[in-house]
Each structure stands twice: as structure tokens, then as C-alpha cells.
């Protein structure tokens, strides 16, 4: 289905700022505007989640985590 992407991210980045921890710092650029895609919201959602795992993992002493929209 049809999904805003920056709302995707800006709804899950509680969720990601929980799971990495107070160490990393989160942070999330959003592109201008509504950009869309035909995505299954679940599935990004939890690639997205993973990867932010896969992140803080890599990172035990801390550090900065951005994700970014781009077209």
C-alpha cells in the first residue's frame, strides 16, 4: 500500500531511541515534503528496526545514529 515514509520514520523513532539505548543519540532527517512508496509498512518498519540494532551493537561505547529519507 501507499505509505509516507517520513511519517513511517517519525512514528517508529520512539521505539528505535528505546531499543538503542541512552548511549547512541538518535537522529532523523526527514526529506521535504510527503514523499510516498507502495511498501509493506511492517516490513520496512522492522528492516529499519534491525538495522538500528545492528547499529547500536556495533557501536558498545556509544555514538550517533542517523536515519535519513531521500527520494
Known amino acids: 500500500r501507499e505509505v509516507k515514509v517520513n511519517d ?7 521505539l528505535i531511541a528505546r531499543t538503542i539505548g541512552e548511549q547512541i543519540q538518535l537522529r532523523a532527517d526527514m526529506m521535504a515534503g510527503e514523499p510516498t512508496a507502495v511498501i509493506d509498512p511492517s516490513q520496512l518498519e522492522s528492516a ?3 538495522l538500528s540494532i545492528n547499529a547500536r551493537d556495533a557501536m558498545p561505547r556509544g555514538g550517533h545514529l542517523t536515519i535519513e529519507t531521500q527520494p
Open 8 to 14: 513511517l520514520v517519525s512514528g517508529i523513532a520512539p
Open 48 to 50: 529499519i528496526l534491525n
